[in-house]
């Protein structure tokens, strides 16, 4: 098994939940309006990056077909968690 694959997916969880939390930093001076919606958008990011930590945390060595297909799909959730944190950016603006 790959550890630079762990290590470099928990950096990229670990940078991903810091951006969450300033992006809540920078959404909770904005209107009443805004709050709300920007907050269920929030939360759901939240709520993937979690279920990416603990995949990544559960998943067991069964074999290189079952590895490189895991690292396939956790690194495409993974670039779409990123995706999605960067739109939200860019939206917020």
């Known amino acids: 098994m790959e550890k ?3 290590t470099l997916a928990e950096e ?3 940078s991903y939940e810091k951006s969450i939390g300033e992006l809540k930093a920078r959404i909770a001076n904005g209107t009443k309006e ?3 919606k920007y907050e269920k958008k ?3 990011l939240e709520q993937k990056t979690s279920d990416m930590k603990k995949k990544l945390e559960k ?3 069964e074999g290189k077909d079952k590895w490189d297909s ?3 799909k956790f690194n495409h959730d ?3 968690l990123g995706k999605a944190l960067k739109n939200f950016t860019v939206k917020s603006k």
């Open 42 to 44: 929030l939360v759901e």
């Open 59 to 61: 998943y067991k060595e």
């Open 70 to 72: 895991f690292k396939l």
């Open 34 to 36: 805004n709050l709300a």
């Open 12 to 14: 990229k969880i670990n």
């Open 4 to 6: 630079t694959i762990f």
């Open 78 to 80: 993974l670039d779409e």
